[in-house]
């Protein structure tokens, strides 16, 4: 049977372009406008995460001179806190501190002998044995001295014995433990706990 749309009816032909138009039409939105649109809607919302990741790129680098004065005062502190609390002990320069400190209040160090350090959890004591000669009056102005000192130190077991012989300058004799604090750059690990016998 041949059918051919010259063979209907005008009204039928306008029907049939009608349905033709609308079923292209249709395709064309289901299968390229939809699409297209749904594309977009996503590029629109990467679009608006970007503009926010931007925004708070900008507002960060606005900061970052601020952020840059806040690490040079806090690089300042700690700089300050290793003056107090130093990295590493050196008895030479702590040495030749006290002596100064000594020569300068009339007193004389007989004696200078450092221990073992006690280990603790971010520090390290190192207690330092002294004997000093001279009199109370200037033992207090060296303790006063030490007192000053950017370092900390602190002084313990003070033993004074008077002279049997004394001289205008040196009427006494005494020992101290003078006690310095190392500070760790990383926490000491707690040792390790000895195995159990028979494990």
Request: aromatic share 8%; charged share 25%; hydrophobic share 40%.
């Amino acid at each position: 049977m041949d059918i051919s749309l010259t063979k209907l009816p005008w009204y039928a032909q306008i029907g049939a372009f009608v349905a033709l138009a609308a079923g292209g039409c249709g395709a064309f939105y289901y299968y390229l406008e939809l699409p297209m649109h749904e594309d977009m809607a996503a590029r629109q919302s990467q679009l608006v995460a970007l503009r926010a990741d931007i925004s708070k790129g900008v507002a960060t680098a606005r900061k970052l001179p601020e952020f840059r004065e806040q690490v040079a005062q806090l690089q300042g502190r700690l700089d300050s806190l290793k003056a107090v609390l130093p990295e590493e002990k050196d008895a030479s320069d702590l040495l030749r501190r006290l002596q100064i400190e000594a020569a300068r209040s009339n007193l004389t160090i007989k004696s200078f002998k450092p221990s073992p350090t006690v280990t603790k959890q971010l520090h390290a004591e190192w207690p330092i044995s002294l004997e000093l000669d001279g009199t109370y009056h200037n033992l207090a102005i060296f303790f006063d001295r030490v007192g000053h000192f950017t370092r900390i130190i602190n002084i313990t077991g003070l033993d004074i014995k008077g002279k049997d012989k004394p001289e205008p300058s040196t009427t006494i004799s005494a020992t101290c433990t003078a006690t310095t604090f190392v500070l760790f750059d990383k926490p000491a690990k707690p040792a390790a706990k000895p195995a159990a016998k028979g494990a």
